[in-house]
C-alpha cells in the first residue's frame, strides 16, 4: 500500500461521489458511503464490504488496516458495513444499484502470439499490444457509445482496466452489461482451436474496419513482425497455416517456405517476405475458395485484436483494483494510461514502492500530495496531476451541472403538482 503521502485520498473520494459532495441542492450525501471496497491484508485476509462515510474515515481505515491491496465495488441499496442488519429485518434490499462499466485485459491472454515473454512477464517487445487494445476500446467507447469519461490505468504488472464513468455507463444492467462485452467479442477460440477468430460476412461490420483500419492492420505488419517475427520459423508459420482452411494453399506456402529459406535475411526481413507471400496467394485464390476472402484479416485479428475478459466487465457486483494501489508481487503502482498518448506509457517505467519510500526518506516529499503546490516534484506527481485534469475535473462538472439540472426539473415538477 502507498504512504500517506502519495495516496490521493481526497481524489479517489471526489471520483467515487460523483458530485454528491453535501455543498449543492439535489446532492445524495449518502451516496459514497454505500460504495464497497474489499482489503487484501499481508496475511491474505480478504476483507469485503468495507464502507466509509467520508474521505477521512477511508483514509484512517486504509492507514490502520494497511492493505497489501485495495478494490472498488459497486454501490449498494444500502450502506454495505450495515447489509446483516438489514438482512436480519427480512427486508432482502441489500443489492447493487450502480457502477462503473469496466474492463480487464491481461497480456497474458496474448502468449500464444509472442514469442518474447509469458505469463506475468511483460517487455518493450510485447506492451505494445495493450497499447493497440486501450486505442481500439477507447476509440469504440467514444465513438459508438459516447462515453466521455473513461479511465485507462496500468495494472502494476500485467495489463490494463478500463473504467467508464459515465452516469450512462454506471446505470447499466447485467444484461446490458454483457451486450457491450459481447460487441467487443471477436477472439473465441481456445488452445484447442486452430482458428480463434471467424469473421462472417462479406464485409467487416464498421467497428471492426474501422479498427482494423486505423489500427490493427498496421501495428501487424510494422511493430509485431519486427519484434515478434511470427513468420521467421516453421514452428511460428505452422501457427498461421492453420487458420487457413484451404489444404491446397497451405502445402502450396509451406512448400515455399521451406525450400526458400535465406540465411543472409534477417527473421523481420524472412516474416515480412512470407506475409507477402501468403497475402498475394490468398488474393490468388479468393475465387476459387470464398470461405477464404477474410482469411487475412483474421489472421491480424488473432494477433491483434484485445483480448478482453469479458465475465469481468458483464457483472455489477465485480470488484477491481483501485488505481494508485501497489501490485503487491511487482511493487508498481497502479498509474493512470493517457489513452492519447499511451505509444509513451513504458510499465517498466512505473514508479515502485521501494521508489517512493526512498523519495520520503531523503526527504524529498515534505507535503500531502492533496496539496497540490510541489505537486510535480513528487515520482507520483505527473501521474496524479493527469488524473486530476484530464479525468477528474471534466467528470466533477459533468456530475454537478447533471445534478443540478435533475434538482432544478423535480422542483418545476413540484411546482407544477400544486399550480391549481
Known sequence: MLAGKHFPYTDIHKWLSYGNDGKHPGCDEFYFGRRE????????????????????AMENDIKEKSPYKIDIGAVYSVDPDKRHAYAQSGTNVFAPVERELVFDIDISDYDDVRYCCSGADVCSKCWPLMTVA??????????????????WVFSGRRGVHCWVCDAKA???????????????RVYKGNENNARKVALMGFSLHPFLARSYVDFLKDFFEGELQATQSIF????????????????????????????????SLSEEATSLKRWEQLKNTLQSKKQKAPALRMCVEEIVFTFTYPRIDLEVSKQMNHL????????????????????????????????TLSQLIEEINSGGVRMEVDDGDDLDKT???????FFRSSFLEPLLKSCKEDIESSYKTKIEKSKDSFSW
Open 37 to 56: 471496497f474489499s482489503f487484501t491484508l499481508e496475511n491474505d485476509a480478504y476483507l469485503r464490504y468495507r464502507s466509509f462515510k467520508n474521505a477521512s
Open 134 to 151: 486501450i486505442k481500439v476500446i477507447d476509440t469504440s467507447l467514444r465513438e459508438d457509445f459516447g462515453f466521455k469519461h473513461i479511465l
Open 170 to 184: 454506471r446505470s447499466l444492467t447485467n444484461e446490458q452489461r454483457s451486450a457491450v462485452a459481447e460487441y467487443f
Open 232 to 263: 521467421s520459423s516453421k514452428e511460428k508459420y505452422e501457427k498461421i497455416l492453420d487458420m487457413i482452411s484451404d489444404e491446397d494453399i497451405q502445402s502450396e506456402l509451406r512448400e515455399k517456405w521451406e525450400n526458400s529459406a535465406k540465411p
Open 320 to 351: 477491481l483494483k483501485a488505481p494508485f494501489c501497489v501490485h503487491p508481487k511487482t511493487g508498481r503502482v497502479c498509474v493512470p494510461i493517457d489513452p492519447n498518448n499511451c505509444d509513451e506509457f513504458d510499465p517498466l517505467a512505473v514508479p
Open 379 to 385: 515520482l507520483l506527481g505527473k501521474s496524479i496531476k
